[in-house]
C-alpha cells in the first residue's frame, strides 16, 4: 500500500512539473509572439517614415481645423500674450499643449531677467507660425528695457513645435525626409544667412563693406550643432524653417529651395481627422505659399475639382456704426450670390473649369469741393471660363506663381491676372456710397 502512495505521489510531482514546462513554455512562445508582433509594428513604422516624400510643387495643403485665440496676462511691469488652441478630439492633449504654452510664455524671461527690479518693463509676444497638416509651430519673444536710454535690454526666444496626432514635440530631423541630406542643406543655407546678416550689420554708408566676420567658423559650429543633435532652437512656416543661431540672427532654410527633402507637409497626415470640425481651416491651399487670407474681414477661398473661387474684403471707415455694417453686409450678400451662381454652372458643366476672383476695398474718403465724406469701394478682379485642361495646364501654374510670390509688406490682394493667356485681365472698378443710407452716389 506504501508503495502505491508513493507511486501516485510520485505521479502528481511529475504530472506537476510537466504542466508548469507547457505553461511556462506557452508563456514564453506568447512573448515571443508579442515582441515579435510589437518588431514587426515597430518595423512597418519605420519603412513608413522612409517612405515620407517631400513637397509636390503642384500640390495643395489644408489648414488644421483649429481655432487659435490670444490670452493676456498682465502683473506690475509684466505683460504677456499666450497663445490657445481650441478644436482637437483628444482634448487631454489640447489642455496639455494649452498649459505648455502658458506655460513657456510666463516663464521665458526668467532665465536672464530673475529680479524685476533691475528692468523697467518686460513684455512677451506668442506668435503662430505654422496651423496646417496636423502640426504647429510657435515663437514665443520676450523684451525687457533696463533703462529709459534705450540701450540696455534684454531679450530672447523659446520655440514650440508640436505633432498633433502625438502631442510630442518635433525634433529638427523631422522636418526632413529621411535621404535629405540635411548638413549640406544646414551648410548652404548657414552660409547664405550668416553672409546676409554681416553685410547687413557692417554696410556703411557709403556702400562699402568692411568686415564680414569668420562665416566657415559659424557655419562649422553649427553643423557641429547639428551632428550633436543639438538643433532644438527652431520654428517653422508654410515656406521656410528658422533656426535660431543667437539672440540677433536666424538661419533660413528655402522650403522651396530643398522642396524634394521637405517632409512636413506629409509626415503627419491621418486618414481620420483629428479635429472635431471641418470648416475652420482653409482647404486645398498651394504648397509652399503662406495664406494671409484671414487678415481680411471677409474671405472665400475654395478649390474644387472645376472652380476656384479666391474672394477677399477689406473695410476700413474709421467707424463701426450701423450703416457702415449694413452696407458691409449687403457686399458680401452680393459676393455669395456670384459664389453660389459660380457653383451651379460649375455643376451643371463638368468639363470647364470657372475662376470667381476679386479684392474688394472699401474706405472713408473726402472730398472737399463737395463738403461731404463718402465710402469708395474698389473692385478689382473678374470671372473667367476655360476647359479643364486649360486650367491645369495654363492657368493653374500663373496661381500657384502669384501666391508663392509674396515675400512681406502690405497683405497681398490675391488678384490674379490671366491676360496672356485668357486674353482677358482683372478690371478695377471705384462706386461711391453715401455712408449714411448705402445709396449709390456719383462723384
Same mark, same amino acid.
Given at each position: ?6 507511486? #501516485? ?7 506537476? !512539473?510537466?504542466?508548469?514546462? $507547457? ?17 514587426? @509594428? @515597430?518595423?512597418?513604422? #519605420? ?5 515620407? /516624400?517631400?513637397?509636390?510643387? @503642384? ?12 490670452? #493676456? ?36 524671461? *526668467? ?14 509676444? +506668442? ?14 519673444? &520676450? ?18 513645435? =508640436? ?10 530631423? /523631422? ?23 554681416? !553685410? ?21 559650429? $553649427? %553643423?557641429? *550643432?547639428? *551632428?550633436?543633435? @543639438?538643433? +532644438? ?9 528658422? %533656426? ?16 524634394? &527633402? $521637405? ?13 472635431? *470640425? ?8 498651394? +504648397? ?39 452696407? /458691409? ?24 473649369? =470657372?475662376?470667381?476672383? &476679386?479684392? $474688394? ?38 496661381? %500657384?506663381?502669384?501666391? #508663392? ?10 488678384? &490674379?491676372?490671366?491676360?496672356?493667356? !485668357? ?21
Amino acid at each position: 500500500m506504501f508503495k502505491t502512495i508513493k507511486s #501516485r505521489v510520485i505521479f502528481v510531482i511529475v504530472f506537476c !512539473l510537466i504542466c508548469i514546462a $507547457i505553461t511556462t513554455g506557452a508563456i514564453i512562445y506568447k512573448n515571443i509572439e508579442i515582441d515579435e508582433t510589437e518588431g514587426a @509594428k @515597430k518595423e512597418e513604422a #519605420r519603412l513608413q517614415e522612409d517612405t515620407v /516624400k517631400g513637397v509636390n510643387l @503642384k500640390g495643395t495643403y489644408n489648414q488644421n481645423d483649429l481655432s487659435i485665440s490670444e490670452k #493676456r496676462a498682465t502683473k506690475e511691469k509684466i505683460e504677456i500674450t499666450f497663445c490657445q488652441i481650441d478644436g482637437l478630439k483628444d482634448a487631454d492633449m489640447q489642455n496639455k499643449i494649452n498649459k505648455e504654452l502658458e506655460v513657456v510664455a510666463i516663464n521665458s524671461y *526668467k532665465e536672464q531677467i530673475s529680479d524685476l527690479d533691475k528692468v523697467l518693463n518686460v513684455f512677451v509676444n +506668442t506668435t503662430n507660425y505654422s496651423n496646417f497638416a496636423n502640426v504647429l509651430s510657435f515663437s514665443v519673444d &520676450y523684451t525687457s528695457k533696463i533703462d529709459d536710454n534705450g540701450d540696455g535690454f534684454y531679450q530672447g526666444h523659446k520655440f514650440l513645435n =508640436y505633432d498633433l496626432t502625438t502631442g510630442e514635440k518635433i525634433t529638427f530631423d /523631422k522636418l526632413f525626409t529621411s535621404n535629405a541630406p540635411i548638413e549640406e542643406i544646414l551648410r548652404k543655407s548657414s552660409y547664405y544667412s550668416l553672409v546676409q546678416r554681416n !553685410l547687413q550689420n557692417n554696410l556703411s554708408g557709403d556702400m562699402v563693406v568692411s568686415n564680414y566676420g569668420d562665416v566657415e567658423d559659424d557655419v562649422a559650429l $553649427i %553643423i557641429d *550643432k547639428y *551632428k550633436k543633435g @543639438k538643433i +532644438t532652437e527652431f520654428y517653422f512656416s508654410p515656406t521656410e524653417i528658422f %533656426i535660431q543661431y543667437d539672440n540677433d540672427t536666424l538661419i533660413t532654410i528655402n522650403m522651396q529651395e530643398y522642396s524634394d &527633402y $521637405i517632409a512636413i507637409y506629409n509626415r503627419y497626415l491621418t486618414n481620420e481627422s483629428i479635429y472635431e *470640425k471641418n470648416d475652420i481651416g482653409n482647404k486645398n491651399l498651394y +504648397t509652399l505659399a503662406e495664406d494671409y487670407r484671414k487678415t481680411y474681414q471677409y474671405s472665400d477661398y475654395e478649390k474644387e475639382s472645376n472652380y476656384f473661387i479666391d474672394v477677399n474684403m477689406l473695410v476700413v471707415t474709421g467707424k463701426e456704426d450701423i450703416a457702415v455694417e449694413t452696407f /458691409k453686409q449687403q457686399k458680401i450678400n452680393q459676393i455669395e450670390k456670384e459664389i453660389e451662381n459660380i457653383k451651379h454652372l460649375a455643376y451643371q458643366n463638368s468639363d470647364n473649369f =470657372y475662376i470667381l476672383n &476679386y479684392n $474688394i476695398y472699401v474706405f472713408a474718403a473726402d472730398d472737399s469741393g463737395l463738403g461731404q465724406t463718402y465710402l469708395q469701394c474698389t473692385t478689382k478682379g473678374n470671372t473667367y471660363e476655360m476647359t479643364v485642361h486649360d486650367f491645369e495646364e495654363n492657368v493653374e501654374p500663373i496661381i %500657384i506663381k502669384t501666391n #508663392r510670390e509674396y515675400s512681406g509688406g502690405d497683405i497681398p490682394e490675391y488678384i &490674379y491676372d490671366f491676360t496672356d493667356i !485668357l486674353k482677358v485681365g482683372p478690371q478695377n472698378i471705384d462706386e461711391y456710397f453715401n455712408p449714411e443710407t448705402g445709396e449709390k452716389i456719383v462723384i
